[in-house]
């Protein structure tokens, strides 16, 4: 499966506003209900390299399917503060497109968006972050699939949740299958 990467553009706003909406999005990722408004005003100023953040579409076949940011966590103090980490950079997303749920695409995302853009990017830091929800098992187990491993637990707005770790040179020939990521 070929995944490639392309900036965030104020074009896509409306799509992302959608995807937001979605109810496996709204699960772990967005839970409250967001307006197109909204969504320009938190996202549209990430675009373009305005803030530390940098924001991505993932697209598979020519079609976009998921939203991927990373930023240098000391960027954001009161972030590196609450996953007490001192370095490294930090990897949120979500899949956006229903369709493209539960055929090992979380894993290969995130396992190519961290070798083509993240580490790429970010050159001096040499370990990627990622926290999911502890009740969020599909993400967890994707997460996983794609070399992070568990670092330790910690609240996030009140919800009990797992920090991962993966470093930048983790080895490339760890066997995986593409359904890993499946979860009924």
């Known amino acids: 499966m070929s995944i490639t990467f392309r900036p965030l ?3 896509d ?3 992302l506003a959608a995807w937001l909406m979605e109810p496996h999005v709204r699960r772990f990722y967005q839970p409250a209900p967001i307006t197109l408004a909204e969504v320009a005003a938190e996202y549209a100023p990430m675009i373009g390299n305005h803030t530390p953040t940098i924001c ?6 020519g079609a976009p399917f998921a939203y991927v940011q990373s930023y240098r966590n000391l960027a954001y103090p009161e972030w590196a503060a609450t996953i007490a980490v001192d370095d490294g950079i930090s990897v949120d997303l979500f899949i956006g497109d229903p369709a493209f749920l539960h055929r090992g695409f979380g894993r290969a995302l995130l396992d190519a968006y961290l070798t083509q853009v993240g580490f790429a990017h970010f050159r001096t830091e040499t370990r990627a972050y990622i926290a ?3 009740a969020n098992t599909t993400a967890l187990r994707c997460s996983k699939a794609a070399g992070f ?4 637990e910690f609240m996030e707005d009140g919800v009990p949740t797992l920090l991962l770790v993966r470093d930048a040179a983790r080895s490339r020939d760890t066997a995986y299958s593409p359904l890993e990521c499946w979860h009924r």
């Open 132 to 134: 999911h929800a502890t």
């Open 13 to 15: 706003l409306t799509r």
């Open 56 to 61: 991505h579409l993932a697209v598979s076949g």
């Open 9 to 11: 553009d104020t074009s």
């Open 149 to 152: 491993r568990p670092l330790r």
